[in-house]
């Protein structure tokens, strides 16, 4: 049973176009990340919310945006796509950052082109 | 700022052999180390999770250990199978942001 559930799984948008991905979580926990992993790379955290807190990583573009409109469904908005965008966007949750026995737990991902 | 480096990034094994997986990091001021597979195109599926006042964690044909002291964490798998081809990543969670390797891409050939 799928617990991260992201919406959708391949997502073609046009330079420029705006652009969101969805991701939701039957889980009930407090934290929801966003990350951008591209081939053969680490994933890079983009951001946070620890319930309605939202944290922006330092290097994360302003170009990317986050809506978290209820404890199960958190929004990744890319406001102006470029090429160097086009990514596998990863959506993760975890109960509470603060417990050290808490793990991430994973959606299958959105992968992003670009034309 | 926390490093973690896995080595190597590739692997290639015959089926039935048992392998280790290295993972190190820089600073030992962790909350706990999570080991991740992920296969092409997918997401993380998370496989271990070892808190930082544990030695190791074992889950079937894994087992993952932790050496705080000297920065290092090793998943160890057993009579290796084709199904266990994937990419594993190590991820190091310092309480305020987890840092991710760059994965080690393993090939069990049959």
């Known amino acids: 049973d799928a617990m991260v559930i992201q919406n959708p799984r391949y997502q073609v948008t046009q330079f420029g176009k705006p652009v969101t991905l969805s991701c939701s979580q039957t889980?009930?926990?407090?934290?929801m990340y966003w990350y951008q992993q591209k081939s053969s790379q680490a994933p890079k955290l983009l951001f946070h919310?620890?319930?309605?807190?939202?944290?922006n990583e330092a290097d994360t573009p302003d170009n990317f945006q986050s809506r978290r409109p209820n404890t199960s469904f958190c929004f990744l908005d890319i406001r102006s796509p470029g090429l160097g965008d086009a990514a596998m966007y990863l959506c993760?949750?975890?109960?509470?950052?603060?417990?050290?026995?808490?793990?991430?737990?994973f959606g299958d991902g959105t992968r992003l082109s670009i034309l | 700022k926390q490093e973690v480096t896995q080595i190597p990034a590739a692997l290639s094994v015959p089926e039935g052999e048992n392998l280790v997986l290295n993972c190190s990091f820089t600073?030992?001021?962790?909350?706990?180390l999570q080991w991740f597979r992920q296969d092409p195109g997918k997401g993380l599926t998370s496989l271990l999770l070892?808190?930082?006042?544990?030695r190791e964690q074992t889950s079937g044909r894994l087992n993952a250990s932790l050496d705080k002291s000297s920065g290092r964490s090793t998943l160890y798998i057993a009579a290796s199978q084709p199904g266990d081809s994937a990419t594993y990543l190590c991820?190091?969670?310092?309480?305020?942001?987890?840092?991710f390797g760059t994965g080690t891409s393993l090939t069990v050939i049959p």
């Open positions: 070892i808190q930082s006042s544990q």
């Open positions: 991820a190091v969670h310092t309480g305020n942001q987890f840092y």
């Open positions: 919310y620890y319930d309605k807190d939202f944290n």
């Open positions: 889980l009930n926990h407090n934290v």
């Open positions: 993760a949750t975890s109960r509470d950052p603060g417990l050290s026995n808490q793990p991430q737990h």
């Open positions: 600073d030992s001021a962790i909350y706990n």
